[in-house]
């Protein structure tokens, strides 16, 4: 297993896209992604900052 590495806010919103997730909704830097099967995930998009291990680790 490789180990997971912090990301820039848009390669995460990217990466859900392809995966099938659409944006529901965006509340100040906090998008909401829903996905068909139930699925949904927040993430933050913070200038400047990447996306958290443990954030990522959710998905």
């Known amino acids: 297993m490789s180990k997971i590495k912090p990301a ?3 390669d995460v919103i990217r990466s859900l896209e392809k995966l099938g997730f659409q ?8 998008a909401i992604f829903h996905h068909s099967d139930g699925r949904w995930t927040t993430v ?11 954030t990522l680790q959710k998905f």
């Open 23 to 30: 944006k529901i909704r965006q509340s100040g830097s906090h």
């Open 8 to 10: 820039k806010p848009l």
């Open 44 to 54: 933050p998009i913070h200038k400047g900052k990447d996306v958290a291990v443990g």
